[in-house]
């Protein structure tokens, strides 16, 4: 009897080890996977960027929050993809910079997914409006605070980073550029 028991225990426990991806999905969290001590210096202060601050804690996620179907809510920040503007290096999916005029974004490290949406369009759902943009970059969420990353912090965990043009696209008044509520899908 006693066999059975301990046989039963260990096999919950490594069903709920097999599971955790599933709960973690389920419950909707994304915790910090770590913190990044900031080091300072300047950054490109352009689209009101973030600098980072020497001795500040910036949380990293490997995570972002789960994608839900057609309307996965996230904030869209805005970012040049021009060489020497506030996106720091060529984008990570080809290795190129990008116009402002095109309808490129970088996705948060979770939604980035390795680079499995590299060169794909996602919809984005901001202000009655909808457009298709292309993934191009990482929003890195996990490192920053160097030159690589313009000395700018680790970009949270749920964040559609995109070119001016998506923001004129969608008709976002210039007083709300920056940081806005949206919704988006992989298309």
């Not at 225990?9 to 069903?15: A, G, K, R, S, T």
């Not at 972002?64 to 179907?69: A, D, E, F, H, L």
């Not at 080809?94 to 974004?105: A, G, I, P, Q």
Request: hydrophobic residues 30%; glycine residues 10%; contains cysteine.
């Amino acid at each position: 009897m006693a066999k059975c028991l301990l046989l039963a225990l260990v096999m919950m426990v490594l069903l709920a080890s097999f599971n955790m991806g599933y709960c973690y999905t389920l419950l909707g969290t994304c915790r910090p996977s770590g913190y990044l001590k900031g080091k300072g210096g300047g950054c490109n202060r352009e689209n009101d960027s973030e600098c980072c601050k020497k001795g500040k804690k910036y949380p990293q996620y490997r995570c972002s929050p789960p994608i839900t179907g057609q309307s996965t809510k996230a904030h869209m920040t805005i970012n040049s993809f021009e060489k020497g503007r506030d996106g720091g290096g060529a984008s990570e999916c080809d290795n190129k910079f990008h116009s402002d005029s095109e309808m490129v974004v970088a996705l948060s490290t979770g939604w980035y997914n390795h680079g499995s949406r590299c060169l794909k369009n996602i919809r984005i759902h901001a202000n009655g409006r909808s457009v298709l943009a292309k993934v191009v970059d990482e929003c890195d969420s996990v490192y920053g605070c160097d030159a690589e990353h313009d000395n700018q912090p680790p970009c949270p965990n749920n964040i559609v980073d995109a070119s001016p043009a998506v923001w004129k696209a969608l008709k976002i008044p210039k007083s709300k550029i920056g940081d806005f509520d949206i919704k988006w899908s992989d298309a």
